[in-house]
């Protein structure tokens, strides 16, 4: 993408030019002439730690609490915690008989003390339970079989070299190595990977929650937590167009997820609650976005069954486009996951299947609406086949996080899921590899929590114990899970072959990651924004961390990231 000078509006001028570091724009000044203001007196909604999963932890006594980042370490600086693990627990069985509590609850959880002892830096200390190897040997089978993309060519040893882009264009146009020309060729665009220089930034006044590239590359929006959503046009992927913002009417904290339709006509959004915005993508049309009612029952239900969430209001953490564009499936703090026919507009299927708030959604294939996943807080990702659900029940599940999931992203392929979990790791599954719903239920999945807060602790490994379970494929490792529901993806298909796998961080990074567990890249955002838009010292902004009033440390985190498509650039 180019600076500010390439982005070229229609209507209204790009801001003073003095106001601003090159290469960035203020997005909120140059659309205040395409969109009237909203009244925030009915937007200042500020829910406690136990309504928004996803909320930053705040006291309610004080407005600009709910914009700071607390530090874990805040009031233990005095208090020395020993965590004490039994010999014999390191290798106890599960229990039998489904658990009864969420992960993190109490029994065989760590108590109170133990919990922040196991939060807190460690000074040393370090876990029993050594990390998953780097690199993975199921991750490099991975690599080699053909299913994420073609590997380099054999060569002798002696001859074998780190081929750089230019070398490997000057191959391909002096025909060299003609017997693997096919496989030179696509090597070139797989191995691009975006770098950390920023070429465009683009600032607002609240803080962006998520944002995605659509299939083809020639659209991308923005969700932030002042309930709008803009929209770029990217056919161009590094000169944008912005030309449209639509709002989320009564929205709660914030837009919780959008989702782009198949065909680019319409975006649907969330907020925390049972309502969702479907706003048409054309920048003529200028009514008032549809909502679409979750909370209306399945037909014949009726409105007694209270715990599935229809009925009463709820809110929605996750929403997700079926391939045909036709439903909409939505996760909810109802431990319910819903599927919404758009035609009928209706409700039309509720699973009941969670201890807790479902954070993540997703459809299993792009051609087909009958799998889906859903990952919760109560550690679990569960698969069901809409076609054998008569006694509502999954089709299996996907064990191995030992906290909540925050983020489930499929292939596309009906086959690999990608997931992030507050245990700090993401990790990929295999459909064949699912457990069983009985095998599932003689498991207490809670017991190898560590029941820490991931909004305003710090995450730390004395105490952390691998599940002893685990059906994922690969375990990554290095990001930072805190704060919010981090978000991860596989790489694009079509220029990279989803050889990557990708993740947002707290700490202000993106972790690209070889399928094998190793790291292929790391952005760092923090460093690429340092001071791009001047600060003003009378004015409080989430995006700084005052230590005083004279001095200000720029601070940032990644929640979400989108890899172009087609292009070597992550937005």
């Known amino acids: 993408m180019d600076g ?4 070229q509006l229609e209507r209204p001028q790009s801001p003073d030019p003095s106001r601003h570091t090159p290469n960035a724009y203020d997005a909120v000044a140059t659309e205040s002439d ?49 965590v004490a693990v039994d010999e014999d627990d390191e ?10 509590q969420a992960a993190g609850g109490a029994g065989t959880q760590f108590g109170g003390e133990q919990v922040a002892g196991a939060v807190r830096s460690g000074h040393g200390t370090r876990s029993k339970h050594p990390p998953p190897p780097v690199p993975s040997e199921e991750g490099t089978r991975l690599m080699r079989c053909g299913t994420f993309g073609c590997t380099d060519p054999y060569q002798d040893e002696l001859r074998r ?50 944002g995605q590239f659509s299939d083809d590359g020639n659209f991308f929006f923005c969700c932030a937590k002042d309930f709008k959503v803009r929209m770029y046009d990217t056919s161009n992927p590094y000169k944008w167009r912005y030309y449209k913002t639509v709002t989320y009417p009564f929205g709660q904290w914030t837009i919780t997820d959008a989702s782009l339709s198949p065909d680019n006509k319409y975006l649907a959004y969330s907020s925390i609650r049972s309502m969702v915005c479907l706003a048409p993508t054309d920048p003529n049309e200028t009514s008032e976005p549809w909502l679409l009612d979750f909370s209306d029952p399945p037909p014949g239900a009726g409105t007694r069954r209270y715990r599935g969430g229809y009925g009463r209001s709820f809110g929605i953490w996750s929403i997700r486009f079926s391939g045909d564009g036709r439903e909409i499936v939505a996760g909810t703090g109802a431990k319910s996951v819903l599927v919404y026919d758009i ?31 859903s990952g919760s807080d109560d550690t679990l990702i569960k698969v069901w086949d809409r076609r054998s659900m008569g006694d509502s029940r999954e089709a299996g599940v996907f064990v191995g996080h030992t906290e909540g999931l925050t983020y489930v992203d499929s292939k596309g392929d009906g086959r690999y899921v990608l997931s992030n979990g507050k ?99 790391k952005i760092n955002v923090t460093e690429a924004t340092q001071n791009s838009r001047p600060q003003d010292p009378n004015l409080y902004s989430p995006e700084y961390d005052f230590d005083d009033r004279s001095s200000a440390t720029w601070k940032t985190c990644v929640r979400d990231a989108s890899w172009h498509p087609n292009a070597p650039m992550i937005a």
């Open 4 to 7: 500010s000078r390439d982005i």
């Open 34 to 82: 395409w969109l009237d203001e909203v009244d925030d007196d009915d937007m200042d909604f500020e829910p406690d730690a136990e309504e928004s999963e996803d909320a930053e932890f705040f006291d309610p006594s004080d407005e600009e609490d709910d914009v700071d980042f607390h530090d874990a370490d805040e009031g233990l600086s005095s208090v020395e915690v020993e």
């Open 91 to 100: 290798d106890d069985e599960t229990t039998s008989g489904p658990t009864n």
């Open 161 to 210: 070299r780190n081929k750089r882009l230019a070398r490997k264009l000057l191959s391909r146009e002096l025909g060299a190595e003609r017997d693997h020309l096919g496989s030179e060729s696509k090597l070139v665009f797989q191995g691009l990977i975006p770098s950390s220089r920023a070429d465009t930034i683009i600032h607002y006044n609240d803080r962006c929650y998520s």
């Open 343 to 373: 035609e009928t507009r209706q409700t039309i299927l509720s699973i009941e299947g969670h201890h807790d708030d479902v954070n993540a959604v997703c459809f299993g294939d792009t051609s087909s609406p009958h799998i889906l996943y």
């Open 423 to 521: 245990d700090q790791t993401m990790k990929l599954w295999d459909l064949r590899k699912m457990m069983s719903t009985e095998e599932s239920s003689k498991i207490d999945h809670g017991r190898y929590a560590l029941g820490f807060d991931y909004r305003y602790m710090n995450y730390s490994e004395v105490g952390y114990r691998p599940h002893p379970h685990d059906c994922s494929l690969v375990t990554y490792r290095g990001h930072s899970v805190l704060k919010t529901l981090i978000r991860c993806h596989f790489s694009p298909p079509n220029s990279t072959n989803s050889r990557y796998v990708y993740s947002g961080s707290e700490d202000g990074t993106v972790h690209i990651y070889n399928l094998d567990a190793t790291l292929a890249g």
